[in-house]
């Protein structure tokens, strides 16, 4: 008898969605082919803004933004944010030196943002840096100082962990500004941003030997849970779980892959389960890349190259903090939380 590997999409009723907003800033040297400076805004891990040094311009992404922004939004972060190649580029060198290193491909990232739970109001601020995709610095919140995991950055965490007043500055922005940003920005964008749609589920093999992979695409908001069963209980065996990524149309993908023997499969059912927000979906067929199937290269390759830019940038963390933290050009509502502030020297 053949197996039947059914799948299982059980969209759980969402209590409560946890909203963030991210910026992520790349700095790069030796790369002729990428801009030396990319500036990343995401809302709900969603696309924001945009700026890098080719172009030399920040651009929005939503109309909502625009609408309740002000026309000058795009212009304010533009001139903010062409500043920052010059900046980056030097805190690359004076890190290169740090490390002894005096040519190659080199970056520079940071992370940093705020999480709201619109359900328990818990919240949450985070700024994480890096260098050449390992951890180079961060700010803990908690105790209210700044750590570094390697020697090379302990000269910055002994400067900026004198100035109290500083560190204070970023709690109290992480805390308090960026979140009140964050639901301004979610009321704006209410009409795209709290939509729901459902995930098209299905299982991709490509022969009877091969790996089957369980892909989500086209489901919004992105937090989705992907886990294998085998004959009714979690299996965690041979499963690679993949990034979420980021389609073109706004909405997002995510695969899961597990690796069992055709007998395996003759011997046990197993399911994907896929939870969500909303119903419940069953699926029990697996495509292939014959016939009337669609692959996973081009699922994928059909992502907007924008994709490359959100890799690149959450890749490690990397940059030098900025000395404020990210400040709102304007506290009133025909401003802007801008993402951009003076970047410190080393």
Known sequence: MQSVILLVVALHVASGAI?????????????????????????????????????????????????????????????????????????????????NQTQGVHTFQEMYGCEWDDQTR???????DGYDGEDFLSLDLKEMRW????????ITVQKWNKDSAYIESDKNYFSSVCIE????????????????????????????????????????????????????????????LGELLPNEDGTFQKTSTIRV???????????????????????DKIRTNNGESVSIGIIVGALAA????????????????KKQGFKPVSGSDDGSNSSAQAVPQA
């Open 19 to 99: 909203h963030s907003w991210k910026a992520y800033y790349t700095g790069t040297t030796g790369l002729s082919e990428f801009p030396e400076f990319v500036a990343l805004n995401l809302i709900d891990d969603q696309l924001m803004g945009y700026f890098d040094s080719n172009t030399n311009r920040f651009k929005s992404q939503f109309k909502w933004m625009e609408d309740n922004l002000g026309k000058n939004y795009d212009e304010q972060e533009t001139n903010t944010l062409q500043g920052y190649p010059a900046a980056f580029k030097n805190n690359i060198k004076v890190v290169m030196e740090r490390f």
């Open 122 to 128: 818990a919240t949450n601020g985070f700024i994480q």
């Open 147 to 154: 750590i570094s995991p390697v020697q090379q950055g302990f």
């Open 181 to 240: 940003w964050l639901k301004k920005y979610l009321e704006y964008g209410k009409s795209s941003l709290q939509k729901t749609v459902s995930p098209q589920v299905s299982l991709l093999q490509k022969d009877p030997s091969s790996p089957v992979t369980c892909h989500a695409t086209g489901f919004y908001p992105s937090g989705v849970t992907i886990t294998w069963m085998k004959n009714g209980q979690e299996h965690h065996e041979d499963v690679d």
């Open 261 to 283: 023997t055709p007998d395996e499969w003759k011997k046990n059912e197993f399911s994907c389960v896929v939870e969500h927000q909303g119903k419940t979906v069953t699926e």
């Open 306 to 321: 924008v994709v490359l830019l959100i890799i690149i940038a959450v890749a490690g963390y990397v940059v030098y903090k």
